[in-house]
């Protein structure tokens, strides 16, 4: 799983609303946080990822680590037997 962190995104909803309040924001960060370690839960092969310089688009902002994400999976899933090489 890949998940950004706090402040790119902060940075990002302020500067697109205003108006909105940045306590809030951060509110609403903390929660999103909680919630991806939930996820790691669902799953003995999860893993987290953080996108140290993204807010919301990470496969904009660090396509790299996206890239590196999925063939870790790939490999992942070739090593357990989940999918066989073509």
Known sequence: MLTHTSDPWVEMLVTAFPGFPRTLVIRLDHAWQEHQ?????LSSHSQQIRAQHSGHYIHLEEPELVA???RSMVDLARQSGGMQAS
């Open 37 to 41: 370690r939930q996820l790691l839960s």
């Open 68 to 70: 590196h994400a999925i």
